[in-house]
């Protein structure tokens, strides 16, 4: 399995304005590649925190950074939950603090998640924490509770079980921007009610037929605009799985309060969903005075990083600083 390349590196560290001795919070931690080269520029005296809900990313970060044990504070959770993960380890104070909003390359290339619509014969999970089970039965199967969306908790199999065809319909609308959301959600509820949708293969196969009918083909896989039909919808389902829009929404206030003053945040995200609500956000703080932009706009990848990593051509850096 290929190692993450972490994307926006140099700029990322230069925004942190790290130094010896720093206390740093590095919220999704990944395979460490960010995490590393932070250790070593604030080393030896300084301390990171590494934060991931995946399970195995916790794993394959701790191999990563094993000669960094005795500065480096492993923790299992998600990011949403920072401000009680500060408080319970008594870290602090919070210098930096990094969230890299994409998806992890392991997490893709793994089996078992079906996060890629290439992977055919996988079963639709998408979780990134696997440990968090669906609060549901199929008598009674609910679309919140306690008053908390139960997407986030959900594999995607089972969301596309229970939810709504109209629920079905706005995550494809507002999380994918799929042009065929209504027809899709259609076909699955359609599906669902005879024959259990559980696959990759079973859900790529539903929009390859939408998309046929739609464009009036019969070629197998209708490409629109360079891009597969299956691609829109596997990332809104993805961002509903696991909840992403509204943990950004979530975390940001935290994010600003567990910052020393002086303390900065860097933020990369790499869709204009998320992007937009970190930049609507800095903008009202920035307005109020709490914190200051350390830069006017986003920084974008360079040429030679969008060459040698493709995945970094959506990249925007944001970074603010806590007054």
Same mark, same amino acid.
């Given at each position: 399995?290929?190692?993450?390349?972490?994307?926006?590196?140099?700029?990322?560290?230069?925004?942190?304005?790290l130094?010896?001795?720093?206390?740093?919070?590095?919220?999704?931690?990944?395979?460490?590649?960010?995490?590393?080269?932070?250790?070593?520029?604030?080393?030896?005296?300084?301390?990171?925190?590494?934060?991931?809900?995946?399970?195995?990313?916790?794993?394959?970060?701790?191999?990563?950074?094993?000669?960094?044990?005795?500065?480096?504070?492993?923790?299992?959770?998600?990011? =949403?939950?920072?401000?009680?993960?500060i408080?319970?380890?008594?870290?602090?104070?919070?210098?930096?603090?990094?969230?890299?909003?994409?998806?992890?390359?392991?997490?893709?290339?793994?089996?078992?998640?079906?996060?890629?619509?290439?992977?055919?014969?996988?079963?639709?999970?998408?979780?990134?924490?696997?440990?968090?089970?669906?609060?549901?039965?199929?008598?009674?199967?609910?679309?919140?509770?306690?008053?908390?969306?139960?997407?986030?908790?959900?594999?995607?199999?089972?969301?596309?079980?229970?939810?709504?065809?109209?629920?079905?319909?706005?995550?494809?609308?507002?999380?994918?921007?799929e042009?065929?959301?209504?027809?899709?959600?259609?076909a699955?509820? =359609?599906?669902? =009610?005879?024959?259990?949708?559980?696959?990759?293969?079973?859900?790529?196969?539903?929009?390859?037929?939408?998309y046929?009918?739609?464009?009036?083909?019969?070629?197998?896989?209708?490409?629109?605009?360079? +891009?597969?039909?299956?691609?829109?919808?596997?990332?809104?389902?993805?961002?509903?799985?696991?909840?992403? +829009?509204?943990?950004?929404?979530?975390?940001?206030?935290?994010?600003?309060?567990?910052?020393?003053?002086?303390?900065?945040?860097?933020?990369?995200?790499?869709?204009?969903? =998320?992007?937009?609500?970190?930049?609507?956000?800095?903008?009202?703080?920035?307005?109020?005075?709490?914190?200051r932009?350390?830069?006017?706009?986003?920084?974008?990848?360079?040429k030679?990083?969008?060459?040698?990593?493709?995945?970094?051509?959506?990249?925007?850096?944001?970074?603010?600083?806590?007054?």
């Amino acid at each position: 399995m290929n190692r993450h390349i972490p994307v926006l590196l140099n700029e990322t560290l230069l925004s942190l304005n790290l130094a010896p001795g720093k206390q740093i919070v590095d919220g999704t931690l990944g395979d460490a590649g960010h995490a590393e080269k932070i250790l070593a520029a604030i080393s030896p005296h300084g301390k990171l925190m590494g934060i991931d809900a995946d399970a195995e990313a916790i794993l394959r970060a701790k191999q990563f950074l094993h000669k960094y044990e005795g500065q480096t504070i492993f923790v299992r959770d998600n990011f =949403e939950h920072l401000k009680e993960i500060i408080a319970r380890e008594a870290f602090g104070p919070v210098d930096g603090m990094l969230l890299d909003l994409g998806w992890s390359t392991p997490q893709f290339e793994e089996r078992r998640r079906g996060f890629s619509f290439q992977q055919r014969d996988e079963v639709l999970d998408m979780r990134y924490d696997t440990l968090l089970q669906c609060p549901h039965t199929e008598e009674d199967p609910p679309l919140s509770v306690d008053g908390k969306p139960l997407y986030g908790k959900c594999t995607a199999a089972e969301l596309l079980h229970i939810a709504s065809e109209e629920m079905l319909r706005g995550f494809f609308e507002r999380y994918g921007e799929e042009q065929l959301s209504k027809e899709i959600a259609a076909a699955i509820v =359609e599906q669902r =009610e005879g024959y259990p949708i559980e696959t990759v293969g079973d859900l790529v196969d539903i929009i390859l037929v939408v998309y046929r009918k739609k464009l009036r083909t019969e070629k197998e896989v209708p490409w629109v605009g360079g +891009l597969h039909p299956a691609t829109k919808v596997f990332q809104a389902l993805r961002i509903a799985v696991n909840d992403e +829009l509204g943990v950004v929404e979530r975390v940001l206030p935290d994010a600003i309060d567990v910052l020393a003053p002086g303390g900065r945040l860097s933020i990369i995200t790499f869709h204009s969903l =998320e992007d937009r609500i970190v930049k609507h956000f800095f903008k009202k703080e920035a307005e109020k005075k709490t914190i200051r932009l350390v830069h006017k706009k986003p920084i974008t990848c360079s040429k030679e990083e969008h060459a040698a990593n493709p995945h970094a051509r959506s990249a925007k850096l944001r970074t603010i600083e806590k007054i």
